[in-house]
Structure formats: C-alpha cells, structure tokens
C-alpha cells in the first residue's frame, strides 16, 4: 500500500502565483468562469455514465478521533468538519501553490494593499443565497468580527474592509500589506457561509448546521456517536486541484466519533468504517501493509512546551534555556511514537513550515551538563533529598497543563511523561497536569496564574505563525494566542517586517533572523511534529488529504464494493 507525506516545503505563500489582470478578470466574468476540466463537469450524479456512473451512490464510513463544538469554528477539528460542507476563494496545492476555487483570478495593487478578487457566477449556498461579492464581504466582516477566531488572528492588526466592486468582484483592503494572505484563505477557516442563515437563524443553528455552498451539507448530528454529512446535487465548483468537478460521487459521509484508538482502529480491520484517521503508532507499520495509509505533517507551530515567561520560574530565561538542554527529545518521541511521527527541535515552526530554518532550530541539542551549568550559574545550586534544585528556599518545580484527548494524543501523552522523568536529572521537578476537553476549552487554564508550563500546537500553512503566538498582549489589544507571554519587542519587529517584506527572498530572511531571536528566548520547547493520519480500506477510494490543514476531503471518494446497510 501507498504511504505518501506532504511536508508542504514548498516557500511559495501564495504570492508567486500568476496573477491575471483586470482587463482579463472581466472578460471571465462575461464570457467562461475558470473551471479544472470542462470535461469532467457534471450537473447531477444522474448525468454520470460508464466509469463515472459506477463510482456514484451509498454512505462512507469514517472513523474519527476527536468530536468538534461546531462544524465550523476555530479548532482545526471544527476545520476538517468544514472543509465538508463550505467552499473558500481558493485551495492550496502539496506544493504550496494557490489555485483557484470560488475566486478565479486575483490580483494585489502596487503597494501590497488592496486585494481584488473575481468570483465564479454560477454559486449558489443550499439555502438558495447567491454566493456574490456582497456575500464574500459579508463573510470577511463576519471573520474579524469573532466569527471564527482563529481567521480572526490571521488577519488581525492587517484587515481593514471588503467592498463589493461588481456582483462578482470583491475588494480586500488592508492597513499595512501581508505577505501571507492568500495562503490564509485557503484554510477551512475561511469557510464562506450564507450570509442570509448567518443573519436569521440562531448561534445554535449555525454551529451545528452551517448552510455553506460545498459538496455536502449535514443532515443530522448525534452528539458523541456521528455526524451524518449528505451531499449537495447542486455541487459543480469544486476547487482546480479537486480530482474531479460536479456533485460529490458518494450519497453520504457517516462521520463517526470514535475517541478510543484501539477501538477506532479495530473499525477499520473489521471493515465497519471504510477509513479512519489518526492511526495510533502502535499500529502503523501494519495499516501501511494492509491499507493506503497517508501522514500528514502539519505546517505552522509543532507540539511545543510554552514555558510562562511572566511568572514563576520560568521568568528566568537561563531557567528556560537549562530545561531546552535538560532532556533527550528525539529519543523520548523515537521511543514514544515508535519512530512513526518526527521528532521537531524547534519550539516555534515545524519543519513543514515554508521558512523553517533547520539551524535555528538546532539550537538546543541534549546537553545535561550545559543545563546543570546554567541552573547553577541562575543561583539553583543546592538540591533537596528528592534531587530538585533549591533556590532561597524555593524548589525549582512548575505545573505544565496540557489537553489530553483534545490537543495532545494517548502517545503524545507518553512524550510529556518522558520529559517529566529525564527533565529530574536537571533537578526540575515537574507537575503534570492532564485538562479534561472541557477544562481545556474553558479558558480558566489560560492565565499566567494558571500554568508555568503548557502543551500545545497552532497550524497554519505559513510563518505568519509567529505573529499570532509572539504579538505581545497588551491591555488595549490582548493576544490569547501567546502563551507564552513573551513580551519581545525586536522579535516582534522582525515578525512584522517578513510578513510586510515585498520579496520572497526578503520575507524568508527576515523569518530565519526571527526563529533565531525566538530561539535566543527559549520562550517554547520543540517537541515533536502534529500530524494527521489517514488509513483507507480497498473498499473505497478517492480520498485525500488538503494541503493547507491536513483535513480529508471526502468530494472525490467513492465505494469500490456494494454496501451493506449498516443502519443507525
């Protein structure tokens, strides 16, 4: 079977991408919208013959690890639930590039400021809106206004105002140019909703049944067990890198919440489910034997170790930088992991990240007798009868939180424990502090009086990361994102300079000269790449994994084998 990883290395942020001119957009708007093939186009599954028609029809089984709070949202859980039923601008390809999707042809002014977009002209959302440049608008008001936090943060402190130009040409001005725009939109995040259900139905509607324009729509919801997902006939704009345009080939997703690894898993063996994601390490070799089984590694920030830098002992950066050295990361994730998810040393970008700088994430190699020098030298130069280190009476201790089964897997879990036991060989003696889902979203662990030390990740297909985990939070302009509270003005600066830079070359730059500033900080400690896992039977194929967040994209499966009914 076929094991395949998108390591996304690509440094292109959307930016290199041919840009048509006006004159050309307005030709497409009154003659041919931009489709992949006109060939494969389809208006109803019905109009399918031979080969295509035999792809058509039945409900997929998928199993999956974690369950969202809404279909759509700022949980990169609620992003791959998205992904199913809205459609965005655009679609990021393995390579990094930006292709068209809703929007065909986009163009940015001289001075990186405005961003003019022209749209298809045959959308509609399934509740009947149009999909224009008044709805486009809509949506991007909507984002920076809290509807979805995490497009929020993206564009926060860049976003001025859309303006509908024509019915199907958008304007997006911004305050200051972003490099990393256009790779933004092509998350899930930047799902388009109907801006009719946005204004008339209740919160609760639209979190559980968002009325977006993609291949499926969500036909019931079960809490705790499934989310039914049945698909849109109308469907006939799927994105350029789609492997194929009109209506979805499947009738339904059955997308099954199965938080149990073992039992999750065992589904797939069994054949209950036709595919499942996130494989646990223990069984990967085997699910690359027996099935198709693809890792994705997400781009933006990696499992890291934020280390407090307001309070408590990690106020002291030889304390942060003594902890980077203390322990054998790489070993403890081999070991963990069984050698099936890389090892990251940076505390700041995964190595999928365009603009990681392999060097400036070597910076903090195993090295217990640099740590031990550096805690003696901060004045934590006695130990107790236990081994932790002492300082004015004080014990060199701190509480690391992390969300079990919500951020941080079963074998993830093994990781932070093998740091706790190899970081008392320094002295530290570390509390770990497992959140429940519920205490983990609640925001009572997000205060530096919380936590010293927290578990975590961030995706994002760009170094634009670091601007939403390193903006200082101030009073007037908080930044949740950041915590690790670092308050650095000159790493700050440079973020903002790469994301403003009008070259490539300038932009890549000024991020290396900003993850060795970070590093110098030893703010975050690198554990170990997020991934996402797909495993897929013989019994369907078609699925695939999107570049810009890892979800499954479900428009281009098919069953191979008849279906049993399962029922409810």
């Known amino acids: 079977m076929i094991t395949s990883s998108y390591p996304i290395a690509s440094k292109n942020r959307g930016r290199r991408v041919v840009l048509a001119s006006l004159a050309s957009a307005t030709l497409a708007l009154t003659g041919c919208t931009a489709v992949t093939d006109p060939a494969l186009q389809q208006t109803d599954t019905a109009a399918l013959t031979g080969h295509e028609a035999s792809r058509a029809g039945g409900t997929l089984e998928y199993g999956h690890l974690q369950e969202p709070n809404c279909i759509f949202g700022g949980w990169i859980q609620e992003n791959f639930t998205a992904r199913q039923v809205l459609d965005n601008l655009v679609s990021q390809t393995d390579d990094g590039d930006i292709v068209p999707w809703i929007a065909t042809d986009w163009e940015v002014s001289d ?166 994601g996130e494989i646990p390490a223990v069984n990967v070799a085997e699910a690359e034997e027996l099935f198709d089984y693809t890792q994705y590694i997400t781009p933006g920030r990696p499992m890291v170790m934020n280390l407090n830098t307001d309070r408590g002992i990690f106020a002291d950066q030889q304390v942060r930088q003594a902890l980077s050295f203390a322990t054998d990361r790489e070993a403890n994730v081999e070991s963990a992991f069984l050698g099936t998810v890389p090892f990251e040393p940076s505390g700041y970008l995964s190595q999928s990240t365009p603009d990681y700088d392999a060097d400036a994430a070597d910076e903090y190699p195993f090295d217990l007798d640099r740590a031990n020098k550096l805690l003696d030298e901060a004045g934590w130069d006695e130990r107790d009868d236990e081994g932790t280190r002492i300082k004015d009476g004080q014990r060199l201790e701190a509480t ?136 897929v039977s013989d019994d369907a194929e078609g699925i695939w994994l999107e570049a810009a967040q890892g979800g499954p994209v479900f428009h281009d499966a098919y069953l191979t084998t008849p279906q049993t009914d399962k029922g409810n």
């Not at 799902?191 to 993609?214: F, H, M």
């Not at 074998?411 to 424990?417: C, E, M």
């Open 111 to 276: 001075d990186g400021l405005v961003w003019t977009l022209i749209l298809r002209d045959d959308v509609e959302f399934t509740d009947g809106t149009e999909l224009d440049a008044e709805a486009v608008a809509y949506n991007f008001d909507y984002w920076m206004d809290g509807g979805n936090s995490t497009a929020q943060v993206h564009l926060d402190g860049f976003y001025d105002h859309a303006k509908a130009v024509e019915d199907q040409v958008v304007e997006i001005h911004l305050s200051s140019p972003l490099a990393t725009f256009m790779s933004s939109l092509s998350q899930s995040y930047f799902g388009l909703q109907s801006p009719t259900a946005l204004e008339n139905r209740t919160e609760e509607e639209n979190c559980t049944e968002p009325i977006g324009s993609g291949p499926f729509s969500v036909a019931e919801w079960k809490r705790g067990e499934y989310i039914e997902f049945q698909r849109n006939d109308d469907y006939n704009w799927a994105p350029e890198n789609a492997k194929h345009q009109g209506p979805a080939y499947l009738d339904a997703i059955r997308w099954n919440i199965i938080p149990d690894n073992t039992s999750r898993y065992g589904s797939l063996l069994s054949g209950e489910t036709q595919a499942v």
């Open 400 to 535: 690391v939180t992390y969300g079990l089964n919500s951020i941080v897997t079963p074998d993830g879990g093994t990781v932070i424990q093998n740091f706790q036991e190899q970081a008392r060989e320094a002295g530290f003696d570390l509390k770990l502090r497992p959140l429940t889902p519920s205490e983990n979203f609640s925001g009572a662990f997000s205060t530096p009086d919380s936590y010293d030390a927290q578990v975590g990740y961030w995706t994002s297909p760009h170094a634009g990361i670091l601007n939403i985990n390193y903006r200082p939070s101030t009073e007037e302009h908080p930044n949740g994102a950041n915590t690790t509270f670092l308050h650095d003005e000159a790493a700050f600066d440079t973020i903002q300079q790469a994301l403003q830079a009008p070259t490539d070359e300038e932009v890549s730059q000024l991020f290396s000269q900003a993850q060795y500033e970070l590093s110098e900080t030893a703010a975050a400690i690198g554990l170990y790449t997020q991934t996402n896992s797909l495993a």
